[in-house]
């Protein structure tokens, strides 16, 4: 078994305000360095290790585009473990706000992961949803949102394991946005190795000359053009 709890997350980046207002201004917030290169090369010499996992996707069969990916199995590897808690507490704080703001999803947000968990348990959603993707030439994600059932926490979290320009190259994560009466809008979201983003699951809110309106938020990557891209996503509620 790979061995996974030596990364350190670093905490400095987990500022609920500053995420919250690179999220308002851009449209997801970049936490540089999340991860060390080590263990981000743990994670990806994991993928070939059947017992983490509890199923395996072959994209193309289910038209999400091409290449393949992993959900974890419980218990996860402690280094996904603790970054799911330990991310899921400054975002919360802003889920709430965004409520506050569009009325999103849950009148409330739990300010501990483990109390989510069991809202998404008393909703039948039980299954852990955090993967590993792999991508080689020709790969690519289209267009989507990681809903699992009712219960849809509004942020979510990826990772950037492989090293861009020197393990693959294209693969760039982007994000659409749109908006009523407006015509989508495109954003490449820039990521180093062990760099990880947090983005809408959904939507968000956003300034409107009438207050807060929504944006419809979806998320892909663009075709790997050469070598091997992993990367890991976290989404903070479980599968039904
Ligand atoms: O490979 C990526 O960067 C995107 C992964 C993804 O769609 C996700 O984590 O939800
Ligand atoms: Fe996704």
Redesign the pocket.
Known sequence: MPAFDTGACDANALEASAIGAALDREGFARLPGLLDAATCNTLIAGYADDRLYRSTITMARHGFGQ?E?RYFAYPLPPVIARLRSALYAPLAAIASQWNARIGIDQPDWPTEHAKLIARCAAAGQMRPTP?I?R?RPGDH?RL?Q?VYGDLTFPL???V?LSAPGVDFAG?E?VLVEGRARMQSRPIVVP?KQGDAVV?PVRERPVASARGWARAAMR???ATVTAGE???????FHDAR
Do not use: K
């Not at 891209?229 to 989404?235: A, Q």
């Open positions: 290449g990916y993967l993707l991508y994600n989507h990681d979510q979290v990826i950037q693969g994560l990521l983005i998320h892909g990557v891209r992993h990367s890991l996503g976290i989404i």
